[in-house]
């Protein structure tokens, strides 16, 4: 049994324009030690489906219309807020793509580890203490003892971000769920991040998803990618092998349109692949058709009758579109 | 280079003044640090480096937007920091800026062939008949519709934005375009469509580009010659090719090792240089290099003496005591 099961997930959100299904009959699984990456365009549904995981839907807004999530067997979506809070506390933990809005300005990093740590462990207040400093360590902030009394403004954003990360390991989380954790970040300290990332994964095991729009920190950093548009999974699959060979044509337009760093550079300069056009508005998610077809180069007639069916391939890769074979 | 220079930058500083309480000395920070620069027309010269190097400071100045402490800036033949009233106006004309953020940048309560006309209220002479002309004919230069120029900036997406915020800097023919992060807040699938629009404007319009981002990708796509900054210096400066496949500062190597690759899935970048620590406080630099420490070959002379730009080649310099010597196989990007 994997660790993490999610079976055909429903979210509905309920704006001013109607209910629309955020995520759309989303499946997937994680397994223990493994990392698993969510990429796609701004407003896909990749941070609701983050949300729909720690039971931290927007109140009165989204609700979990059908579909189990099921967390070492146990159903997320039948749980009491009791128990979520329980859950969150101690086996699936988040950080966000801003620190400063998860940091309490006016507690000390160490403070707010040592706090975590008390409710959670039970720990006594020497103790806590304590063991914040050795997480401020192993989160490589240099001269974790003093620094351990800093105040978040005191840090830069790199540090307050592996101070986020200390806080979110602290209760020694079976999942991690990493939120464009590097976005707001220099590349250099972004190396950084993701080496301690996965440095940390290979100590304790946790699960990992990353959620990113960056392809290349998904090659890096993952096993397997899920590649959302408009709500719905487009593809899933091994990394390497959608990569090297992308079965849906958002993925190839995703990974075809970005300029990538080449290892040898040459004179050649051909115009960026483009994808035209924009996502769809959320209204219109629900639609018995392919969302992608407007932007797609392949589309047919079919594309439009009908939403697509998943299409397997070997080694576990799922595309949802139509022509799928033919790519 | 046989191009003559469009834009040509000797010696910039620019400063900053830190409020201290009390009655203590004026001290100030610069952001900008004797930075030199040139970029021949139509040509695309990137900016990269540290968040906090000095990018934007140097590109603000050049535009006449905040205050220049000392160097040179000259557009053509003309003396850009010594111009003032009527032939400041002239000059703003010739260089425009388009910034990170669309959203803000535009006027929310006009209609957005107004936003795209205003320039050329302010900074121009044109009738109206012509200055429509102008707008109609930007419209369609950045693959907007015509029916579009009576909405409202909320009424776009932001890529459209973005294509208004082009279309807008392009209202008073400049030559100078500065990219300021242009396309970091827009999706990677609208930032090709833009990136794309930027180059087929270049060429169609003979534009120069001060193009500043953060994405090494994008910049390695864009630019034709590329400089790296580091606390308020240019710590390296090359041609395209060269900067790629041959850096030379121990800082741009570890700048490019840290970008995630997609072609090598599963693993890290190979021969990644580690830059632990952070940057020296810029209220209060050390002597000698700054980047000594972060540096994975300084030696203790780094601390000490300041190294000079040094010359690689016709179009490469960078400013470190080890450039071309063996102490950079340490760090090198051989496979
Ligand atoms: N609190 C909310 N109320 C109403 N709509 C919301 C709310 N939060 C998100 N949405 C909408 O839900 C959709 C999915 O949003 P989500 O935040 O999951 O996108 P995302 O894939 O994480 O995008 P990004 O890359 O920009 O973070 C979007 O259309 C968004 O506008
Ligand atoms: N108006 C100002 N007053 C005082 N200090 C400033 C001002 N503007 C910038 N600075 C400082 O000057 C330095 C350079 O800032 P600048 O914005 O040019 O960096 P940048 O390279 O553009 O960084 P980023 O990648 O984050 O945009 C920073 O230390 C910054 O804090
Ligand atoms: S001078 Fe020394 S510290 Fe500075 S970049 Fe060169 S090697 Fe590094
Ligand atoms: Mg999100
Ligand atoms: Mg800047």
């Known amino acids: ?327 | 280079m046989t191009d003559t220079p469009l834009l040509s930058v000797e010696n910039l500083s620019v400063r900053f003044e830190i409020k201290r309480g009390g009655w203590g000395k004026k001290s100030y920070l610069y952001a900008v640090d004797d930075v030199s620069f040139q970029v021949p027309k139509g040509q695309t010269l990137g900016i990269v480096g540290e968040s906090g190097s000095g990018k934007t400071t140097a590109a603000l100045a050049v535009a006449r937007l905040v205050p220049a402490h000392q160097g040179v800036a000259r557009l053509g033949e003309d003396d850009i920091l010594s111009k003032e009233g009527e032939d400041l106006r002239r000059m703003r004309r010739r260089v425009q800026f388009i910034f990170q953020d669309p959203y803000s940048s535009l006027n929310p309560r006009k209609r957005v062939a107004d936003i795209v006309r205003e320039p050329l209220d302010s900074l121009s002479d044109k009738s109206e008949a012509e200055k429509k002309k102008i707008v109609d004919d930007l419209f369609e230069a950045v693959g907007l519709r015509p029916e579009q120029q009576r909405l409202f900036p909320h009424q776009f997406s932001g890529g459209q934005r973005q294509r208004i915020g082009i279309a807008r800097a392009l209202a008073t023919q400049p030559e100078l375009i500065i990219c300021d992060e242009a396309v970091s807040a827009l999706d990677v699938a609208v930032q090709a469509q833009i990136l794309n629009l930027l180059r087929r404007l270049q060429a169609q319009f003979g534009l120069t580009y001060l193009f500043i981002s953060h994405d090494l990708g994008v910049v390695q796509h864009m630019c034709d010659s590329i400089a790296v900054m580091y606390m308020g210096k240019i710590v390296e400066q090359a041609d395209r090719l060269s900067l790629f496949n041959n850096p030379q500062h121990p800082y741009t190597r570890a700048l490019l090792s840290a970008v995630p690759r997609v072609d090598h899935p599963g693993q890290p970048s190979r021969n990644r240089v580690l830059i632990p620590g952070d940057p020296p406080d810029p209220n209060n630099l050390p002597p000698g290099c700054r980047f000594a420490s972060r540096c994975p070959i300084a030696k203790p002379d780094c601390s000490q003496r300041e190294p000079l730009p040094q010359s690689i080649g016709t179009t490469h310099s960078a400013a470190c005591h080890y450039v071309g010597t063996d102490a950079l196989d340490a760090i090198g990007m051989a496979d």
């Open chain 1, 1 to 327: 049994m994997a660790l993490l099961e999610v079976e055909n997930l429903r979210i509905e959100l309920s704006t001013r324009d109607g209910t629309a299904p955020v995520i759309d009959d989303l499946s997937f699984h994680l397994d223990a030690g493994e990392t698993l990456s969510f990429v796609g365009e701004s407003g896909c549904g990749k941070s609701m489906t983050a949300l729909a995981l720690m039971g931290l839907l927007p109140e009165r807004i989204g609700r979990i219309a059908s579909g189990a999530i099921r967390f070492d067997g146990e159903d997320l979506t039948k749980a009491s807020p009791a128990r979520l809070r329980e859950i969150r506390g101690n086996d699936i933990s988040m950080i966000f793509q801003e620190p400063m809005t998860s940091l309490n300005p006016v507690f000390t990093i160490g403070e707010q580890i040592a706090e975590v740590l008390r409710a959670h462990q039970g720990l006594s207040r020497q103790a806590a203490w304590d063991h914040a400093v050795e997480l401020i360590d192993a989160v490589r902030i240099p001269n974790p003892k003093g620094r351990a009394g800093d105040y978040p403004f005191q840090m830069s954003g790199g540090q307050r971000q592996r101070a986020m990360i200390a806080m979110a390991l602290a209760c020694k989380p079976k999942i991690l769920i990493a939120d464009e954790p590097t976005t707001a970040l220099d590349v250099t300290v972004q190396a950084q991040i993701f080496d301690l990332l996965r440095d940390l994964r290979a100590q304790t095991g946790t699960s990992i998803i990353l959620i990113t729009h960056d392809m290349g920190a998904v090659a890096e950093m993952a096993e397997r990618m899920i590649v959302m548009y408009a709500g719905r999974k487009a593809e899933l699959g091994p990394v390497a092998q959608i990569i090297n060979h992308a079965r849906h044509p958002y993925t190839q337009g995703l990974i075809s349109c970005v300029p990538h760093l080449h290892d040898v550079l040459t004179e050649d300069r051909p115009e960026l692949f483009e994808v035209p056009g924009i996502v769809p508005s959320l209204r219109d998610f629900g639609r018995d058709e392919c969302l992608f077809a407007s932007r797609c180069a392949h589309v047919t007639d079919q594309c439009r009758s009908a939403r697509p069916p998943e299409k397997s391939f070997e080694g576990g890769q799922i595309a949802d579109c139509w022509h799928a074979e033919a790519m």
